[in-house]
């Protein structure tokens, strides 16, 4: 069994330019969600995935956009970055619906410049 | 609106002393609760539900509705315990959609 894995790990971009994250889900999970953790602070939720689609969101404007592809690997989509977006962004894998554990990835550490 | 506070930032013991993590929670509806625990160059990952009821490491965490509380306790702490800590709620009981405090530092001193 695969644990959560995250690409990359550490990300330089440049303020209004685009970055777009990676994760792989947990062998057996068909639900991906994802967090934005700044430093000092708890992780605040994205959105989440389910079969494909978009299954809530949290606080995040629409420039924060994502995508799951049939294997339930997921994307995380950010344009027009700001500085503040500078962050720890947390993917998280979980089963189906019912099994609330979730499996966090490593991170990928975004600093916008 | 749905929060869950951690009112210490930072908690140092010394190794042998008990120690309880404070965490407590706004939720209209029943929560289901959660520790997470990050040790030093690790991932995130689960330490407790309250569901499980269970024991894990030597630490419990108690569901108070009346207090909306989900405190962590340990009777006597170890070095090895030293880690960030964070309560979380899972937002309308689906998996991965959960709500975190700030988290705790524990640090445990010889």
């Known amino acids: 069994e695969t644990g959560v894995t995250q690409s990359p790990t550490h990300l330089i971009k440049t303020r209004g330019q685009q970055v777009t994250l990676r994760c792989s889900s947990q062998?057996?999970?068909?639900?991906v969600s994802w967090y934005q953790q700044a430093l000092g602070q708890g992780p605040q939720f994205i959105f989440q995935?389910?079969?494909?689609?978009?299954?809530g969101r949290g606080n995040f404007p629409p420039r924060f956009s994502g995508l799951q592809f049939p294997n339930y690997s997921s994307e995380l989509n950010v344009n027009a970055l700001e500085l503040d977006d500078s962050a720890l962004y947390l993917c998280?894998?979980?089963?189906?619906?019912?099994?609330?554990?979730?499996?966090f990835g490593q991170g990928t550490r975004l600093t916008v410049v | 609106a749905q929060r869950v506070t951690q009112p210490e930032k930072l908690l140092s013991v010394f190794k042998g002393a008990p120690v309880e993590l404070k965490c407590n929670y706004s939720y209209s509806g029943s929560p289901e609760l959660f520790w997470y625990v990050q040790y030093s160059r690790q991932r995130l990952q689960l330490l407790l539900r309250?569901?499980s009821r269970e024991s894990i490491k030597g630490f419990t965490a108690d569901l108070n509705k009346g207090e909306t509380s989900f405190h962590l306790k340990k009777p006597f702490a170890q070095e090895e315990d030293s880690a960030m800590y964070y309560c979380?709620?899972?937002?309308?009981?689906?998996?991965?959609?959960?709500?975190f405090g700030q988290g705790t530092e524990l640090s445990v001193k010889p």
């Open positions: 979380a709620l899972s937002w309308n009981n689906q998996g991965g959609k959960l709500i």
């Open positions: 062998s057996g999970h068909n639900t």
């Open positions: 309250h569901i």
């Open positions: 998280a894998s979980s089963g189906p619906t019912g099994v609330t554990e979730a499996f």
């Open positions: 995935y389910y079969r494909e689609e978009e299954n």
